[in-house]
């Protein structure tokens, strides 16, 4: 079955860091782009960044550059991301998500989406 | 920035009707844009990619055309399991990034 488990989601206090894991399988990871994408409680989508198949590239969202790090194991099926100086606005219900492209760009077709871990900045 | 305008951001229509959603972007981008639909409490579902390609597995009465900056998403006779908020996504090349529209509730009158 092809499946996204997201982990690691956690009440934190602004300024906190917090390391979000989304385990893949069913597919074979390391052929595809892969997205974080965030929903704020009662909000739209918003996305967050991405990793090209390789590892290679990364690109960001501006609410979140400098501040988070995306990254990958291929090794593991595993994908992370990390996140530093948190904000009160960075709470929010985290996904990870495939990208539909076969390793070559990125088409922001998400299709398969985890269950989202839910991350709460809060004093 | 391309800036993403939906609408409208709800709906209530009946059982059979047609349902039409718009998403205009802010600038050309081509065809560059993908539907979703996402029920409460779940992750959101890719139903349109490339502004028109229905995604495999997804029924046929659900549609998606245009290209530029003005694109449309149809469901051509609302069924009850279709209750859901639906999103536009629109991304860039340069710098890669994506964006999602505002959103629209779809309600059973």
């Known amino acids: 079955e092809v499946q996204l488990v997201e982990s690691g989601g956690v009440v934190v206090q602004p300024g906190g860091s917090l390391r979000l894991s989304c385990a893949a399988s069913?597919?074979?990871?390391?052929?595809?782009?892969m997205h974080w994408v965030r929903q704020a409680p009662g909000k739209g989508l918003e996305w967050v960044s991405l990793i090209s198949w390789d590892g290679g590239s990364t690109y960001y969202a501006d609410s979140v550059k400098g501040r988070f790090t995306i990254s990958r194991d291929n090794s593991k099926n595993s994908l992370y991301l990390q996140m530093n100086s948190l904000r009160t606005e960075d709470t929010a219900l985290y996904y990870c998500?495939?990208?539909?492209?076969?390793?070559?760009?990125?088409?922001?077709?998400?299709?398969?989406w985890g269950q989202g871990t839910m991350v709460t900045v809060s004093s | 920035d391309i800036q993403m305008t939906q609408s409208p951001s709800s709906l209530s229509a009946s059982v059979g009707d047609r349902v039409t959603i718009t998403c205009q972007a802010s600038q050309d981008i081509s065809n560059y844009l993908n539907w979703y639909q996402q029920k409460p409490g779940k992750a959101p579902k890719l139903l349109i990619y490339?502004?028109?390609n229905l995604e495999t597995g997804v029924p046929s009465r659900f549609s998606g055309s245009g290209s530029g900056t003005d694109f449309t998403f149809t469901i051509s006779s609302l069924q009850p399991e279709d209750i859901a908020t639906y999103y536009c996504q629109q991304y860039d090349n340069l710098p890669l990034r994506g964006t999602f529209g505002q959103g629209t509730k779809v309600e059973i009158k």
């Open positions: 998500a495939k990208d539909r492209a076969h390793i070559v760009g990125a088409t922001f077709a998400f299709d398969i």
């Open positions: 490339d502004a028109s």
């Open positions: 069913g597919f074979t990871f390391d052929d595809y782009t």
